[in-house]
């Protein structure tokens, strides 16, 4: 009957100094994850698009297809 | 207001004795359900009452046992002066059981049964859907969407080929 006295104190600081580097650690692997992944790719698709956006031929190509109420295909 | 000015005037003494002498009949019986009761919790480790409220000859000579020195109590002993304490130890309180399995399947069972029933309710119940669902109009509708250039770079008319009139490959 005689078990040795359990550890009484200082029980959140060792969880603490064990989980907070690797909670760390991990928060900021997934969000270079992300920025690598999902935004570069998404500026770089944008960049390219609009580098060779000719604004007033899709205008006609849209006003072709007869979709504005502003003003008609060039038909009518 | 008016009473507690009242008794104020009239004095604690007087109300105690008003109730003496209309026999004793002032005092409520006490209910069982307001005494402190036992109770087995990891988060309140010592409850109000010990467990075994009556206690046998052996368990009153225990306890007098008890009175001495602790050392000279055998093992047995102790263990017999906590159950006279404690209904449950912690190792037996904290012990997990099989409950989950139940409450798992009767959750899936009630959500298969509401899911057929949202089944005949749909069958059954609901009207025909409006016109704009027709394939038809659906066809005019992807149309319009991609002669808007909807969501050109990344999304929706990003995956139309308008060279070939087909979505991309």
């Known amino acids: 009957m005689s078990l040795p006295k359990p550890v009484m104190r200082g029980l959140l600081a060792k969880r603490l100094r064990f989980h907070l580097p690797i909670a760390f650690t991990l928060s900021i692997v997934a969000a270079l994850m992300f920025k690598y992944s999902v935004t570069e790719p998404r500026k770089k698709a944008y960049a390219d698009f609009y580098k060779q956006y000719d604004s007033v031929k899709e205008y006609n190509r849209m006003r072709e297809a007869g979709i504005f109420e502003s003003v008609r295909p060039s038909g009518e | ?169």
């Open chain 2, 1 to 169: 207001m008016l009473a507690t000015r009242a008794l104020s005037l009239v004095g604690k003494r007087a109300i105690s004795t008003s109730v003496c002498l209309r026999g004793g009949h002032g005092v409520a019986k006490v209910e069982q359900y307001t005494l402190p009761v036992y109770f087995d919790r990891r988060e309140n480790p010592l409850p109000d009452i010990c467990y075994v409220q009556t206690l046998s000859p052996e368990q009153k000579s225990l306890k007098e046992k008890e009175k001495g020195s602790w050392a000279a109590l055998s093992n047995e002993e102790k263990i017999a002066l906590y159950r006279i304490s404690f209904k449950q130890s912690f190792a037996e309180m904290n012990k997990g059981s099989s409950e989950w399995k139940s409450v798992i399947g009767g959750m899936l069972f009630f959500i298969g049964l509401t899911g057929l029933v949202v089944f005949w309710q749909r069958k059954y119940v609901y009207g025909p859907v409006p016109h704009t669902f027709d394939p038809e109009y659906k066809a005019k509708e992807l149309q319009r969407m991609l002669d808007m250039r909807i969501n050109p770079v990344e999304g929706f008319s990003a995956n139309w080929d308008y060279e070939n009139k087909q979505w991309k490959k």
